[in-house]
């Protein structure tokens, strides 16, 4: 596969978004069954999720590839739906850091916090499912040529630089790795 393949990279970032999502619901599971997990490690989930989940690989479909593939023939319909599923994404994120921020306060909010948790890793199952049917069927058919694939990787550069640069995102990178490693995150629930 062409590493300046416009399309393949935002499935590359699915599969790194489903590994958050992972964490996510083995993270809600274990709240659920009262295991103690370092709040530290969640509010890390939470910095993922807003940075490379949304601001990071969302920035790069909102601001580059979408607005290249809308005008093709019958994309409007998918890529609308799209954009209402990322401001869900956004709402749960926002009421997750909330319940974790009051947690961080003294409330309990164990509950809440699985419970978003747990939203959070639905929404990402269902959303990229859906994306990568959508991302498929535009490589199966060739809609995006070899030039627009370069300029929209230019583009792609530019979504890094605002979501923190080329550092900030290899960061992420690593505390997508850390929170794997966790002690936490070995077993399964019983
Ligand atoms: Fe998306
Ligand atoms: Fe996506």
Same mark, same amino acid.
């Not at 990322?86 to 994120?93: D, K, M, P, Q, S």
């Not at 939203?119 to 990568?132: L, P, R, W």
């Not at 979501?163 to 995150?185: F, N, S, T």
């Given at each position: 596969?062409? &590493?300046? @393949?416009? &399309? /393949?990279?935002?499935?590359?970032? /699915?599969?790194?978004?489903?590994?958050?999502? @992972?964490?996510?619901?083995?993270?809600?599971?274990?709240? #659920?069954?009262?295991?103690?997990?370092?709040?530290?490690?969640?509010?890390?989930?939470? =910095?993922?999720?807003?940075? %490379?989940?949304?601001?990071? /690989? +969302?920035?790069?479909?909102?601001?580059? #590839?979408?607005?290249?593939?809308?005008?093709? @023939?019958?994309? @409007?319909?998918?890529?609308? !739906?799209?954009?209402?599923? /990322?401001?869900?994404?956004?709402?749960? $994120?926002?009421?997750?850091?909330?319940?974790? !921020? $009051? *947690?961080?306060?003294? &409330?309990?909010?164990?509950?809440?916090?699985?419970? %978003?948790?747990?939203? #959070? $890793? =639905?929404?990402? &199952?269902? +959303?990229?499912? !859906?994306?990568?049917?959508?991302?498929?069927?535009?490589?199966?058919?060739?809609?995006?040529?070899?030039?627009?694939?370069?300029?929209?990787?230019? #583009?792609?550069?530019?979504?890094?630089?605002?979501?923190?640069? !080329?550092?900030?995102?290899?960061?992420?990178?690593?505390?997508?790795?850390?929170?794997?490693?966790?002690? *936490?995150?070995?077993?399964?629930?019983?």
């Amino acid at each position: 596969m062409n &590493t300046l @393949n416009a &399309t /393949h990279d935002l499935k590359q970032d /699915h599969l790194i978004i489903r590994r958050v999502r @992972n964490i996510a619901e083995r993270c809600s599971d274990k709240l #659920y069954d009262n295991e103690s997990i370092p709040l530290e490690d969640i509010e890390i989930i939470s =910095v993922v999720i807003e940075e %490379f989940v949304d601001r990071f /690989h +969302h920035g790069k479909e909102e601001k580059a #590839y979408f607005p290249q593939t809308r005008d093709k @023939n019958g994309f @409007n319909e998918d890529i609308r !739906k799209f954009l209402i599923e /990322h401001e869900l994404g956004r709402r749960i $994120a926002r009421m997750l850091l909330r319940e974790i !921020k $009051a *947690w961080r306060r003294g &409330t309990d909010s164990r509950e809440p916090v699985a419970r %978003f948790l747990k939203s #959070y $890793a =639905v929404f990402i &199952t269902d +959303h990229t499912g !859906k994306e990568d049917k959508f991302f498929d069927l535009i490589e199966d058919k060739g809609r995006i040529s070899t030039k627009e694939d370069e300029v929209l990787m230019k #583009y792609y550069a530019v979504c890094r630089e605002q979501a923190g640069g !080329k550092a900030r995102v290899e960061q992420m990178m690593k505390l997508i790795d850390y929170l794997e490693a966790r002690e *936490w995150m070995k077993n399964d629930v019983e």
